[in-house]
């Protein structure tokens, strides 16, 4: 069940990369790039969580793209605001 979980988080994080890369696509708002590349992170985290068949101890790892996803965001965000000044 949790595989299945998996699963669907990281197709709602691919199909989320796909809406923002469209919407970057037609404005070239660097902050929907900026969340577009987040989102493909996390999709990839989320599909080789449920790819390996690690236990618990082992997964640590496999957050470092969560964080950079996470990093990503704030990058963009901070982006947008400094170029308004």
Same mark, same amino acid.
Request: net charge positive; charged share 15%.
């Given at each position: 069940? /949790? $595989? /299945? $979980?998996?699963?669907? %988080?990281?197709?709602? @994080? @691919?199909?989320?990369?796909? #809406? #923002? +890369?469209? +919407?970057?696509? *037609? *404005?070239?708002?660097? $902050? !929907?790039? +900026? +969340? ?17 068949? !690690?236990?618990? &101890? &082992? ?7 969560? $964080?950079?996803? #996470?990093?990503? %965001? %704030? /990058?963009? %965000? /901070? ?7």
């Amino acid at each position: 069940m /949790v $595989l /299945v $979980l998996y699963g669907a %988080i990281a197709m709602a @994080c @691919c199909v989320a990369a796909l #809406f #923002f +890369f469209r +919407f970057w696509h *037609t *404005t070239r708002d660097r $902050l !929907l790039l +900026f +969340f577009a590349l987040a989102f493909a992170v996390l999709g990839a985290h989320w599909t080789a969580l449920g790819a390996l068949d !690690l236990r618990a &101890e &082992e997964r640590y790892f496999l957050y470092v793209p969560r $964080l950079l996803a #996470f990093l990503l %965001i %704030i /990058v963009g %965000i /901070v982006d947008k605001n400094w170029r308004h000044r």
